[in-house]
């Protein structure tokens, strides 16, 4: 099949690749002229494990194709997927107009029948604003899908080849036919694809990650719960967790959640539920909760400074919002970041994937350092901000000899406090009391 996909960030280089993979023709499109000019090149703008495979291969047997010009993109192609960001508008609603636009100009240029699948994920009754923007211009009979997107960054790959379920919305018997065959390599093993109503397949995305989210915010709340009560919230977890009704994914709590989905999708969802004025009351209150999960990190490592944090030097480990991606959109790290600058401290951190995109948002502000040990020289305290594999068993003679006061403030609880406790260090994490730790050592 001949496929288009405007917008090639995290989502659409993703689509575009795993599609190419399995035998379609497809064109990737952006407006950004360096990220296709890299691409071209097999330099991929983002960090995601097992796509810079793909790309290369797609793109050298001639399936997989980059551009800056749209037209490629729709002329002649079966279904075009529209990927472009949706970001918050200022009062929090998701900004329409990347994805809008786009859809004008495959309006203009389709000529032949198409189905404009929107991947971006957008608030109900996008479809109908998708389908006027096109029909202002076509020329061609055309069909309008939703079909949200559930990678999820770090196993976007694997997400993609191998999904839990595909959920499509579709109002056509041929957009319905197009898009099973298109998905069809996807779901052999028998994973469903579930189609629906278009507003259906809009709203699954926003009510999945409004859950999750959900989900998180509780967790960290029992955390802050249990420090106080004397318990340890990892074997709390571990408890609920085995409920076959409550399940162990999504239960480990942390410095509140970022990246480029969970807040604003929250964000957006509420909104749309103040328009329509049926209020979201657990999401809402899911959303305050992580506002001020993200303030925990500096609340402890200021406790662990004495309260003192000017002029001190912190160490942080981890910058992405999470393992095995890049992506520092909304980030815990930037925050305590923000709050440990303001507070007059200097701030040196290492991340094993981030460090240029910290170094494209943060400038100078604070020490980027390519090796993790590094960045503990002459530090007050380390912070661990996010759990990649490589932090979880660190040589602790070395950081105990590297860090000028011997401070961890384990945001992910990958440590054992009780042991570290024993061997001078002053140790803080998240949940879990000192009570608790001692007994379960
Ligand atoms: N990142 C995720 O994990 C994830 C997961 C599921 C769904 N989504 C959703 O997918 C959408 C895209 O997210 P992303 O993370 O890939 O965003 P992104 O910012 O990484 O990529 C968006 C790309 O669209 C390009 N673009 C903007 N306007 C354009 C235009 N008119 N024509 C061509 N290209 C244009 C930008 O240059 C950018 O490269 C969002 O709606 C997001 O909510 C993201």
Known sequence: MKVGVVGTGYVGLVVGACLAETGNDVTCVDVDQKKIDGLKKNILPIFEPGLQDIVERTQREGRLVFSTDI???VVDTQVVFIAVGTPPDEDGSADLGHVLAVAEQIGKHANTEIVVVTKSTVPVGTAHKVWNA???HAKVPFHVCSNPEFLKEGAAVDDFLKPDRVVIGTSTVFSRQVMGELYAPFVRTGKPIIYMDIASAELTKYAANAMLATRI?????IANFCERVGADVDLVRKGIGSDARIGPSFLFPGPGYGGSCFPKDVQALLRTADQIGIPLHLVAAAEQA???QKQILFQKVSAALGGNVSGARVALWGLAFKPNTDDMREAPALTLIDQL????ATVAAHDPAAAEEARRRL???VTLVDNMYEALTGADALVVVTDWNAYRNPDFARLKQALKRAIIVDGRNLYNGARLRESGFIYDCI???REAERVRQ
């Open 71 to 73: 037209v490629k993109a």
């Open 134 to 136: 096109i029909d202002k």
């Open 217 to 221: 915010s509780f967790m960290n709340e």
């Open 290 to 292: 992580n506002n001020r």
């Open 341 to 344: 600058l303001d507070a007059g």
């Open 363 to 365: 400038g100078d502000k």
């Open 431 to 433: 949940g879990r009391s």
